[in-house]
């Protein structure tokens, strides 16, 4: 409707400009005047050009100017600045992330303090599992998901000298006491033979396993590692967590090419993006 009106406008304005512009004389300027006439229809300031200046103005700055804003064909001023609407943030397998909006996520790095974990070929397990935690941390809180870290620090969860169970128990109650949509636990993986490697993922006996499928298929996407699937496990994080829960294997600190990569701040960043990503896929699912 408001371009028809804007055409309409145009039509008028060239109707107006036709009536007001003086018409040519069909009788020939005596010999003598001709180039009177001619000096008198283009020297600046002459009373004919004074009225088409205005005429000019009209049809160009009062009905033209504003189509052409209307079309997008006149730039943009900082009087008039063009409105952008930004897009939503995404994960890198272009899932919305805005679907972590107010979700509580706990992020539990395995072991910490007195207990490494696995340790090979130069590489602390307890030190992997944090690095990536923290990495992964701050993307979940970027697509403004509340965080809850088991330990931010080289420690324990528990005070030092509890038993395991302790432990363990110990980062459950934070899940229970923050009311956690989710909880992902982080560790890394140890074997007699130095040949196996890749990434595997956990999930309670009975269970649903789409947060562990979730995550396992994104981080093996984003990382490029072997894939050893998903299975069902007795874990104590898992089997007693009252939360949808999920524990990864992020690859062999046994097997050095695996290490190597572990220690790398570069893999380490594409291990959380790849649990970013999954955790992503898991709730847009729902």
Same mark, same amino acid.
């Given at each position: 409707?408001?371009?028809?009106?804007?055409?309409?406008?145009?039509?008028?304005?060239?109707?107006?400009?036709?009536?007001?512009?003086?018409?040519?004389?069909?009788?020939?300027?005596? =010999? %003598?005047?001709?180039?009177?006439?001619?000096?008198? +229809?283009?020297?600046?300031?002459?009373? &004919?050009?004074? *009225?088409? $200046? !205005?005429?000019?103005?009209?049809?160009?700055?009062?009905?033209?100017?504003?189509?052409?804003?209307?079309?997008?064909?006149?730039?943009?001023?900082?009087?008039?600045?063009?409105?952008?609407?930004?897009?939503?943030?995404?994960?890198?397998?272009?899932?919305?992330?805005?679907?972590?909006?107010?979700?509580?996520?706990?992020?539990?790095?395995?072991?910490?303090?007195?207990? =490494? %974990?696995?340790?090979?070929?130069?590489?602390?397990? +307890?030190?992997?599992?944090?690095?990536? &935690?923290?990495? *992964?941390? $701050? !993307?979940?809180?970027?697509?403004?998901?509340?965080?809850?870290?088991?330990?931010?620090?080289?420690?324990?969860?528990?005070?030092?000298?509890?038993?395991?169970?302790?432990?363990?128990?110990?980062?459950?109650?934070?899940?229970?006491?923050?009311?956690?949509?989710?909880?992902?636990?982080?560790?890394?993986?140890?074997?007699?033979?130095?040949?196996?490697?890749?990434?595997?993922?956990?999930?309670?006996?009975?269970?649903?396993?789409?947060?562990?499928?979730?995550?396992?298929?994104?981080?093996?996407?984003?990382?490029?590692?072997?894939?050893?699937?998903?299975?069902?496990?007795?874990?104590?994080?898992?089997?007693?967590?009252?939360?949808?829960?999920?524990?990864?294997?992020?690859?062999?600190?046994?097997?050095?090419?695996?290490?190597?990569?572990?220690?790398?701040?570069?893999?380490?960043?594409?291990?959380?993006?790849?649990?970013?990503?999954?955790?992503?896929?898991?709730?847009?699912?729902?």
């Amino acid at each position: 409707m408001h371009n028809k009106k804007r055409l309409t406008h145009i039509l008028l304005g060239i109707l107006l400009l036709t009536l007001l512009l003086p018409l040519p004389t069909t009788q020939a300027a005596p =010999p %003598g005047h001709a180039s009177s006439v001619l000096t008198a +229809s283009t020297v600046p300031g002459s009373g &004919g050009t004074g *009225l088409i $200046d !205005k005429v000019i103005d009209l049809l160009f700055n009062k009905i033209l100017d504003p189509i052409l804003n209307v079309f997008g064909s006149k730039s943009s001023t900082a009087d008039s600045p063009v409105k952008v609407t930004p897009l939503p943030p995404v994960g890198s397998d272009g899932q919305d992330s805005n679907v972590l909006q107010g979700k509580v996520i706990v992020i539990d790095p395995g072991h910490g303090g007195s207990n =490494p %974990g696995a340790v090979a070929n130069n590489t602390r397990e +307890s030190d992997n599992n944090l690095a990536v &935690g923290l990495k *992964l941390r $701050d !993307k979940l809180r970027q697509a403004g998901a509340k965080v809850v870290m088991t330990r931010d620090t080289d420690r324990t969860v528990a005070p030092e000298g509890s038993t395991l169970d302790q432990e363990l128990q110990a980062r459950i109650t934070i899940a229970e006491e923050n009311q956690a949509d989710i909880f992902v636990s982080i560790h890394s993986n140890d074997n007699d033979d130095p040949s196996i490697a890749g990434t595997m993922s956990f999930y309670p006996n009975g269970k649903s396993s789409a947060l562990a499928r979730a995550v396992q298929n994104a981080v093996v996407k984003e990382t490029h590692a072997v894939n050893r699937g998903v299975s069902p496990a007795n874990f104590y994080v898992l089997r007693n967590n009252p939360v949808p829960a999920m524990l990864l294997e992020m690859g062999f600190v046994s097997n050095p090419t695996e290490a190597a990569r572990l220690h790398d701040a570069t893999y380490r960043a594409s291990i959380a993006q790849g649990i970013f990503n999954g955790i992503v896929n898991y709730f847009s699912s729902r």
